[in-house]
């Protein structure tokens, strides 16, 4: 739980310019749609994307640059499906406090 507090502060407090890894799994057929769309919208900070499977789940990745602002909002809104189980952020920028 400690972790969760932690990393959800860090994401909340972030601002600027940041590079992030956003990993997340989901049942396919329950959510895919649905993700396409929202990708399409935060296009303007995901440089790029992996995607695996595991029986009906698929683990993704979403590999951006941008403002912190845009990467937040992105992972709030994948945080959003039912069909998203975990989303989880690693975050780097320039500076480390």
Not at 39 to 67: K, M, P
């Amino acid at each position: 739980m400690l972790e969760f507090i932690e990393a959800h502060s860090r994401l909340e407090e972030t601002t600027g310019e940041i590079v992030a890894l956003v990993g997340f799994d989901y049942r396919h057929h329950d959510v895919i749609q649905e993700l396409h769309a929202a990708q399409h919208e935060y296009q303007d900070v995901i440089l790029n994307t992996s995607h695996t499977h595991q029986g009906e789940w698929c683990l993704e990745s979403l590999f951006c640059r941008g403002a912190a602002e845009r990467v937040r909002e992105l992972t709030y809104r994948l945080r959003d499906f039912d069909g998203v189980r975990r989303v989880k952020v690693m975050v780097i920028r320039d500076s480390v406090d």
